[in-house]
């Protein structure tokens, strides 16, 4: 059964609330257009944005967001602090075509022989900043970093345990929301996902059983196959059935490389296995069966390989365009 329209929140399965369509992956960070409609409520979407902020910050995230490029709803390119072969503590922006300092860190470099002290700023920035200090009774005269191609630096990505403890929370966040679209809302009274909302929430209930989720990404070969027929590093979100356990999974890969997976508990997901493939850019997700996503990798591998495409006789459906 698809879900179309909810009457509790995904995340913390309250009633009552005002919800809200929730970003499956988050259009800010990771681009992509697939929606869980009428999903979380207000709260619960404040708190899964804090979590996309800090998982966007883990190095293998961030590295990925930087490459890319592509997300719609940004403003900027991911910016990390870094330090400078000369020394210098830079606010650099991390493009496709290179590092790029965008500001500077002051430091002083040097008093001169009237005691003046000489600071490093901006470049540009030079008068604003001894106007400043001249407010304050200091005697300074500023000196220009040029601003940039950042050339060598020890990037600093700001992250800590919080980043860490984060993506155990995005996976259980995006699993609860991918399960959304096809599954009824009955089953958030069962222990599976009562469990994924405590990893949401970090929280215990006394006597619940654990939930082990992993706490980063596996990095793939992007040179191989399947990795590299994802085209322009699409993410593809799924849930399939594991063929010796019979137990339902869930499956995220994002940019086309970094590869995550969740078991799920208590739930009948549709026997076609949905798998959506997310295009980072503005085309929506496009849901198809697991079946039909693995014909259309041989496809473009035969594609690929002969320069012309698949001639074979597959009856595969024309993939079902997801809002």
Not at 36 to 61: M, W, Y
Not at 175 to 187: F, K, R
């Amino acid at each position: 059964m698809t879900t179309t329209s909810h009457s509790r929140c995904w995340y913390c399965g309250l009633s009552g609330l005002t919800l809200t369509r929730e970003h499956v992956l988050a259009e800010k960070h990771f681009g992509g257009r697939l929606i869980a409609p009428d999903t979380i409520c207000k709260p619960c979407n404040s708190l899964a944005g804090r979590i996309e902020s800090l998982v966007a910050q883990h190095p293998f995230v961030a590295d990925a967001i930087a490459e890319s490029m592509v997300h719609p709803g940004a403003k900027r390119a991911p910016q990390s602090e870094a330090v400078l072969a000369d020394g210098a503590h830079v606010q650099v922006e991390r493009r496709q075509n290179g590092t790029e300092v965008i500001d500077v860190r002051p430091r002083q470099l040097d008093i001169d022989p009237d005691g003046t002290e000489v600071w490093q700023v901006a470049d540009g920035r030079e008068r604003e900043f001894e106007q400043r200090r001249t407010k304050q009774g200091q005697r300074v005269r500023a000196v220009g970093h040029p601003l940039g191609p950042a050339g060598p630096a020890e990037l600093h990505y700001g992250i800590d345990v919080g980043n860490f403890a984060a993506w155990p929370r995005f996976v259980a966040k995006t699993t609860l929301a991918t399960t959304s679209l096809v599954t009824d809302e009955s089953w958030l009274d069962t222990d599976g996902a009562l469990a994924l909302q405590d990893v949401f929430h970090e929280r215990h209930r006394p006597g619940a059983q654990g939930y082990g989720l992993p706490l980063y990404p596996w990095e793939q070969d992007r040179s191989k196959p399947p990795w590299s027929l994802l085209v322009g590093g699409e993410h593809v979100v799924g849930l399939w059935r594991d063929l010796q356990t019979g137990d339902w999974r869930f499956g995220l890969t994002l940019f086309g490389y970094l590869v995550t997976e969740a078991e799920l508990r208590d739930v009948e997901c549709p026997p076609d296995e949905p798998t959506w493939i997310v295009p980072r850019a503005a085309p929506p997700s496009v849901r198809m069966s697991r079946s039909d996503f693995a014909e259309l990798l041989c496809q473009r591998a035969d594609h690929a390989s002969t320069g012309h495409t698949h001639q074979g006789t597959s009856t595969r459906p024309q993939p079902q365009q997801l809002p």
